[in-house]
């Protein structure tokens, strides 16, 4: 079960895949590429209210995948569903690091217990799987140093940063010690199509997009000097499509970041300038947010590119520009209450 | 409420503290250095059977501190408990890495979901308190270098340490984010009066000490070449008493280790020495045992005892032979069923 790097993409071709958080922003992107491969994609997700699934999201592959509203917190049916995936894209998450603090047991009870419970699923039910968990820069916490490769401390400053953390360390847990193949790529900000823009809870570059196109003031908390990278999500999707086609990545952690790093300031400068509309404004940090804030961050992505050959190939501009026309296609599919 | 180091022990005259597990081995020990300090103590634990709490190791402190039996999984309960505590050492915990491994649920619910229960409950009610957890070397997993210091990665290698990384995280989040003083103690192997010893799934150092003074065979697994340190028990909670004295340790972690690494061959000699009886014999590594154990450890703890003066005071002969004496006078309260 094992592909070169050149073969990773005819590796899925009849594959059994199964991807929780699978109608969500980066589980749906996933879907649509592994539909196109030709895999048997199976689709899982919660369809929790204000979390990111959303059925339109996979509105165009009907008869293309299968989809099972179910939760991972639910274990007797995540312990039929995993048995006979061969591959499974493990994206189900509580991703808002304000609900976390707000709700910290529900965010464990995702983030944490389900993903246990997962693993254990499959040991007992489906050992020679592959599992590729979506991990998070959260992790790290405020960085000592940058780039932020994999040698930095693991020092989460919310309860989401946490509870990510613990479930990623099961999956390595469960790869070392039971032999259940998985691996963690620790994702930083991704941006595109699909991505949840109904309200500002999960993560900013969403909303930010979304106040452009509507004409609106974003607020640059600060004075928009802070750093961070952008992943657009067809790259993100083709991280885990690499970490999942050979055994390369198999009991290791791995950044996938962007190649761009740009101040907050430069980001949204770019971004009036390729929606042509929307303005900002610098306002002070609200104190709550500002206790959970991280400073500048941009990871080093370069471990994961020496394993895989990945790459981002999207630029920023045309990511941006790509995400701004589907939203404007598609806006009543992200806007309105579900 | 900061004391000057050499002021540590005069600070707890008084002083409202709260010991979770506090019928535990090292729970029970650092009650009677409180009660000699005229400490307000209250003990809190949950006699799970199969776990550390028993009744004889407070029977000489009656009237000299209060006990409740209760569990750190009970909200409402710790919520009550915690309120007009001014220090909480945090030692609740399951301690088998083998038990971690064969029910990975009730680890996680005790080491990780009772840990963020207790901190909201010091949030909501008592945010003024100080927490000092009882951390573990176990979430170092398998040491890159020798000794290890703080700035090692975070690798654990089973359940339980993935969870006790996951509860040494929520402290140092609760101090940085909503202020709850709170730090983190990683500890070495533990040893000394008032351990369990009823079975040999918590660590290697008590059933080898009860085979001795029983004149059994020891086993040791490999060629016993393997390194270790030890920590005797007045060591540990000496430790935590001056890490709660004042606030240099807030928002931190920090290892508490042994001065004298020894590998398991050395010990074991030492310990047949000193106990008079017993024997060794040398047998291969059982192979589950071996999937998570950790090869050669020992700490660097020069942070904490730059932070704090502290230094281990007993040296591992001595140790060793206060061990065997107490065990001998009551062996019955602690081989016998709960």
Known sequence: MTAAPADYRAFYRGRNVLV??????????????????????????AMIPEYGGNLFNIADLTNRVRVQISDVRNESAMSVLVRDREVIFNLAGQVSHIDSMRDPFTDLEINCRAQLSMLEACRRHNPGVRVVFAGTRQVYGRPERLPVDERHLVRPLDVNGV??????????????????RACSLRLTNVYGPRQLIKHNRQGFIGW???????GREIEVFGDGSQVRDFVFVDDAADAFLRAAASDVCDGDVFNVGGAE?????DLVTLLLDVAGSGSVRYVPWPPEKQRIDIGSFY???????????WRPAVPLREGLA???????????HYVEAA
Not at 163 to 180: D, I, M, Q, S, T
Not at 208 to 214: K, Q, T
Not at 261 to 265: A, V
């Open 322 to 332: 790509t995400t701004i026309a589907f939203y404007r296609a598609n806006m009543p």
């Open 299 to 309: 990871s080093d992505s370069s471990k994961f590119t020496n394993a895989t050959g």
């Open 208 to 214: 930010f997009i979304r106040l452009a196109i509507e």
């Open 20 to 45: 929780t958080g699978g109608l969500g922003f980066i589980g749906s992107s996933l879907a649509h590429q592994l539909a196109d491969l030709g895999a048997d994609v199976l689709l899982v997700d």
């Open 261 to 265: 790093p740009i101040t907050h300031r």
């Open 163 to 180: 509870n990510k953390a613990a479930g990623e360390y099961y999956h390595l847990l469960y790869n070392n010690v039971f032999g259940v």
